[in-house]
């Protein structure tokens, strides 16, 4: 593990009342060693963070990832709950070395890493112990064995969102990705949810991740629609990505969106001024109920004189589903963590499945003339099972 923030800050001890998916590597594919360790306490949370890392990115989200934490514990009722915090270098080796650390100390809960190829390795170790770990990672794919999600999936979304166009009417979609991992990941999310929804795929088009693949893919995109009858387009990129570029060819190529929907996964608001592009007019993006999510947010800048992070509550979350199955006398298993009424958190109501993937309430925004509009709001409860 690099220097970074120096020896005495591998583990930052912290205490007091004062809040995530980037590039991911190939995870370790060797066994690890479980670790020998004195025993766990279920108030010790391990807050596993990148810094070290030579990226300033991933700094300022460990910051902003430990301040939610730190504001969760002072705003939730005292159970004794402590935190520690332990620098990853924004690897997954410093990951595993952090975790083994952490275990040792006694930890009975980790919070991170941010990486899913780093909680990937992390979960084994930990799972060898008996202690949960709560991923600020949004892959699917790592889920399971006391490794759970915090992030925000594609699937969630996906589901949000074709059950909001079941709910219209819609009936046939036709999904648009990139020739990527996270494009296929995003594309197998949508068609998961169709056919959860009973939703007929009209077909999946890709298309290089680069300008001269979206103007190729145009062309493709327009006769699929046409061909199959398909009444809802699924746009999976996000706005730093091929999506405003697809938005603004898509209609002027000749598809009528009073015929076809347009729709995305991702948040369209961020940055807001995405909302003026002209092919997102009429279009449906999935988001966390606003209400609670600009509460947060102003809590946050109030604490911390800033703003915070798009993924700055996910440490909020993860301290506040401890706290509350802590504070009800439960444990720290896979029956209290999946608890089906779930926990409300930073921005809604959230709650941990039984496969270790999480499930988000969120609502449905139209873009209307430049500004998003909520025209599904967030659920406020989980509806359970035979309700």
Same mark, same amino acid.
């Given at each position: 593990?690099?220097?970074?923030?120096?020896?005495?800050?591998?583990?930052?001890?912290?205490?007091?009342?004062?809040? /995530?998916?980037?590039?991911?590597?190939?995870?370790?594919?060797?066994?690890?060693?479980?670790?020998?360790?004195?025993? =766990?306490?279920?108030?010790?949370?391990?807050?596993?963070?990148?810094?070290?890392?030579?990226?300033?990115?991933?700094?300022?989200?460990?910051?902003?990832?430990?301040?939610?934490?730190?504001?969760?514990?002072?705003?939730?009722?005292?159970?004794?709950?402590?935190?520690?915090?332990?620098?990853?270098?924004? =690897?997954?080796?410093?990951?595993?070395?952090?975790?083994?650390?952490?275990?040792?100390?006694?930890?009975?809960?980790?919070?991170?890493?941010?990486?899913?190829?780093?909680?990937?390795?992390?979960?084994?170790?930990?799972?060898?112990?008996?202690?949960? /770990?709560?991923?600020?990672?949004?892959?699917?794919?790592?889920?399971?064995?006391?490794?759970?999600?915090?992030?925000?999936?594609?699937?969630?979304?996906?589901?949000?969102?074709?059950?909001?166009?079941?709910?219209?009417?819609? /009936?046939?979609?036709?999904?648009?990705?990139?020739?990527?991992?996270?494009?296929?990941?995003?594309?197998?999310?949508?068609? =998961?949810?169709?056919?959860?929804?009973?939703?007929?795929?009209?077909?999946?088009?890709?298309?290089?991740?680069?300008?001269?693949?979206?103007?190729?893919?145009?062309?493709?995109?327009?006769?699929?629609?046409?061909?199959?009858?398909?009444?809802?387009?699924?746009?999976?990129?996000?706005?730093?990505?091929?999506?405003?570029?697809?938005?603004?060819?898509?209609?002027?190529?000749?598809?009528?969106?009073?015929?076809?929907?347009?729709?995305?996964?991702?948040?369209?608001?961020?940055?807001?001024?995405?909302?003026?592009?002209?092919?997102?007019?009429?279009?449906?993006?999935?988001?966390?109920?606003?209400?609670?999510?600009?509460?947060?947010?102003?809590?946050?800048?109030?604490?911390?004189?800033?703003?915070?992070?798009?993924?700055?509550?996910?440490?909020?979350?993860?301290?506040?589903?401890?706290?509350?199955?802590?504070?009800?006398?439960?444990?720290?298993?896979?029956?209290?963590?999946?608890?089906?009424?779930?926990?409300?958190?930073?921005?809604?109501?959230?709650?941990?499945?039984?496969?270790?993937?999480?499930?988000?309430?969120?609502?449905?925004?139209?873009?209307?003339?430049?500004?998003?509009?909520?025209?599904?709001?967030?659920?406020?409860?989980?509806?359970?099972?035979?309700?």
């Amino acid at each position: 593990m690099k220097a970074g923030i120096g020896h005495v800050g591998r583990i930052l001890a912290l205490s007091g009342t004062i809040f /995530v998916a980037a590039c991911e590597h190939d995870a370790p594919s060797g066994q690890i060693q479980p670790v020998e360790h004195p025993g =766990t306490d279920s108030g010790t949370v391990a807050l596993l963070l990148p810094y070290g890392s030579d990226d300033n990115n991933n700094i300022e989200l460990a910051k902003n990832l430990e301040n939610g934490a730190r504001m969760a514990i002072a705003n939730l009722p005292d159970i004794g709950i402590s935190l520690k915090v332990y620098q990853t270098d924004g =690897t997954t080796e410093g990951a595993v070395e952090a975790a083994m650390l952490a275990l040792d100390d006694g930890a009975g809960a980790i919070l991170g890493p941010v990486f899913g190829d780093a909680a990937a390795a992390v979960g084994p170790v930990a799972a060898a112990a008996g202690v949960p /770990v709560f991923s600020f990672s949004n892959r699917t794919e790592i889920a399971g064995n006391n490794l759970y999600l915090l992030g925000h999936t594609h699937r969630n979304a996906a589901n949000r969102i074709l059950q909001y166009g079941k709910e219209q009417g819609k /009936v046939r979609v036709l999904v648009v990705h990139a020739d990527t991992a996270a494009g296929r990941a995003s594309q197998a999310a949508v068609e =998961t949810a169709a056919a959860l929804q009973g939703m007929e795929l009209a077909g999946s088009i890709s298309h290089e991740f680069s300008q001269i693949g979206v103007v190729n893919a145009i062309p493709d995109i327009v006769g699929a629609a046409n061909e199959s009858g398909a009444d809802l387009l699924v746009l999976t990129g996000n706005t730093a990505g091929a999506l405003p570029m697809l938005a603004q060819m898509i209609p002027e190529a000749g598809i009528d969106p009073e015929v076809v929907q347009i729709a995305g996964l991702t948040r369209w608001d961020i940055p807001a001024n995405n909302l003026r592009i002209n092919g997102l007019q009429g279009g449906w993006f999935p988001l966390p109920d606003p209400n609670l999510a600009a509460s947060f947010s102003y809590r946050y800048q109030f604490e911390f004189t800033e703003l915070p992070h798009p993924l700055a509550g996910l440490s909020y979350d993860g301290i506040v589903a401890i706290h509350q199955i802590l504070s009800a006398g439960g444990r720290l298993d896979a029956r209290t963590i999946t608890r089906p009424a779930g926990f409300v958190g930073s921005d809604g109501i959230f709650r941990f499945l039984p496969d270790g993937t999480i499930e988000r309430g969120l609502a449905v925004a139209e873009v209307r003339d430049f500004r998003k509009s909520v025209i599904s709001p967030a659920p406020r409860i989980f509806p359970l099972a035979g309700s």
